[in-house]
């Protein structure tokens, strides 16, 4: 069976020693109701690096001048055979100077929490995986 490939960024945000988890709402598609990064899907002709600054915009209302680059490791290859797809994440660190996010309709609340608290959240188990490139970048 062929899996079906599907390119994302996934973005975590960082202030100070803490980093944002954002609250997956019930009109999204994908894990309603369970904590998250900011993501989204590489559309056709857009570099990953164009599409996370994007998709950080948009669900969180940051802008280019509020949030820095701080890591950008390489993709990582998450396979769900079960599931038929295989998700090629390309993960980015954003540090930010201030705490306040101004959420779209994707997300129902954000919270910032210790990077060791992430294990016991109800978040996406992808995010961890995320998290563990970032953090040593």
């Known amino acids: 069976m062929d899996l079906l490939e599907r390119a994302v960024v996934a973005c975590i945000l960082r202030h100070g020693d803490r980093i944002a988890l954002l609250k997956r709402s019930q009109s999204v598609g994908s894990s309603p109701g369970r904590w998250h990064c900011v993501t989204g899907f590489i559309e056709e002709g857009t570099a990953p690096l164009e599409q996370a600054w994007t998709e ?25 055979p079960e599931q038929g797809w295989v998700w090629v994440i390309h993960p980015f660190l954003f540090d930010t100077a201030t705490p306040e996010l101004r959420l779209d309709w994707e997300h129902d609340e954000y919270r910032w929490i210790d990077p ?3 294990p016991s959240t109800d978040s996406v188990p992808w ?4 998290w563990e490139s970032l953090r040593d970048a």
């Open 56 to 80: 950080l915009r948009e669900e969180t209302g940051l802008t280019d001048a509020a949030a820095s680059l701080t890591a950008a490791p390489p993709p990582i290859r998450v396979e769900r």
């Open 116 to 118: 060791s608290e992430l």
């Open 127 to 130: 995010v961890a995986t995320v």
